[in-house]
């Protein structure tokens, strides 16, 4: 039996298992870790089963350790980290991704869960690469480095919510430290990611997710934000297989990418085709965002952190178009892609519902 080539921590989530789904088609072996370790394990094989996975591919090359990104060291047995001797590639996918965080405990999951995965990887004899996953907005704070004077953390937390902040200050960590470390590092700052390409499976229900369930429910009479508001989005399986070829094809010590399909509509159309598909009326109001922002969220229904998201900039993609070209890569229409996830979450969460049909 091989030793596994990568390790992924953060597998059982909603990027996650796709991610290893992706790996193990490609006939690698990966350890994931999990905080119970192999006790907890039994969802992720099941899903993996259900999406294909065979069971040579699962017993054979499928390895579970016991792993907490909050302790240094990951809290690895000794018998765990021999398992992982030759581990080629760490890929750090955990976070916890929620709004009404408290600073403490959105730092010891997002900067400390960060730190602890990165300074285990610089400790491997035959690392090739580090994989840390950010966020879209993430990396816009040139200048700063870890630690945080308190000023700017406490201005970076007022500003943006515990989630989002710590996120980014996680990224900042990374990146401060993986040269001192000697690490070589790949960041991947992905958009939204919605469904997958063919079946529109989603998963997750945070952030975008809301809108469709509330244009389902009839709970969303206007959106915030203007008709040049973009959130970018991205099928999780296109992530899925950019974020397993980034070890061919990334050298040297930093390289940053934003994955995000460039072709986007702005966010009211973007609500317009799920409702089309939803059979449904999309709003028709457009607040400003610092209108919502002073409303009171029992009015809006609006969870302040997430009016960050809420902008009209533009991304530079450049670096992960190019890496996306040399895999052969491309993304799935994105107008389909949205209709398709939205009618998704709609048959998942809300049992019997029956979207109208595409084109109808």
């Not at 298992?17 to 870790?33: C, K, M, Q, S, T």
């Amino acid at each position: 039996m091989t030793h596994p080539g990568t390790l992924v921590l953060g597998a059982t989530g909603f990027i996650g298992r796709w991610y290893v789904l992706e790996l193990l088609e490609r006939g690698e072996h990966v350890a994931i870790g999990l905080r119970g370790g192999a006790a907890r394990d039994t969802g992720l094989r099941d899903w993996l089963t259900a999406h294909g996975a065979s069971p040579d591919a699962l017993a054979d090359r499928l390895t579970t350790v016991a792993a907490d990104i909050t302790r240094p060291g990951l809290g690895l047995s000794r018998h765990d980290g021999e398992l992982l001797a030759g581990v080629r590639d760490t890929v750090n996918l955990a976070a916890r991704y929620a709004f009404g965080l408290t600073r403490a405990d959105a730092r010891t999951a997002n900067v400390d869960g960060a730190l602890h995965p990165l300074r285990w990887a610089a400790e491997r004899p035959a690392l090739r690469r580090h994989i840390h996953l950010s966020g879209y907005r993430v990396g816009r704070t040139a200048g700063l480095r870890h630690p945080l004077p308190p000023a700017d953390a406490d201005r970076l937390y007022r500003t943006l919510g515990a989630y989002e902040a710590s996120k980014t200050e996680g990224d900042i960590a990374v990146r401060t430290l993986a040269p001192e470390l000697g690490v070589p590092l790949t960041v991947v700052n992905p958009g939204a990611v919605i469904g997958h390409s063919r079946t529109g499976e989603a998963g997750q229900y945070l952030g975008l997710a809301t809108l469709v369930e509330q244009l389902w429910t009839g709970r969303l009479p206007a959106l915030a934000g203007s008709r040049r508001t973009v959130v970018p989005v991205l099928a999780v399986d296109h992530l899925a297989a950019f974020l397993a070829a980034v070890p061919r094809y990334d050298d040297g010590m930093l390289h940053v990418h934003t994955v995000l399909d460039p072709a986007t509509p702005p966010l009211p159309e973007l609500v317009a085709l799920a409702a089309h598909r939803l059979g449904v009326r999309p709003p028709r109001l457009l607040l400003p965002v610092g209108l919502v922002r002073r409303l009171p969220r029992a009015l809006t229904g609006v969870d302040p952190e997430t009016l960050t998201f809420l902008a009209e900039d533009t991304y530079d993609t450049a670096s992960a178009d190019a890496l996306a070209r040399a895999a052969g890569l491309a993304h799935p229409p994105v107008r389909r892609l949205v209709q398709d996830w939205a009618a998704r979450i709609v048959t998942d969460r809300f049992p019997g519902a029956a979207p109208a049909p595409i084109g109808g």
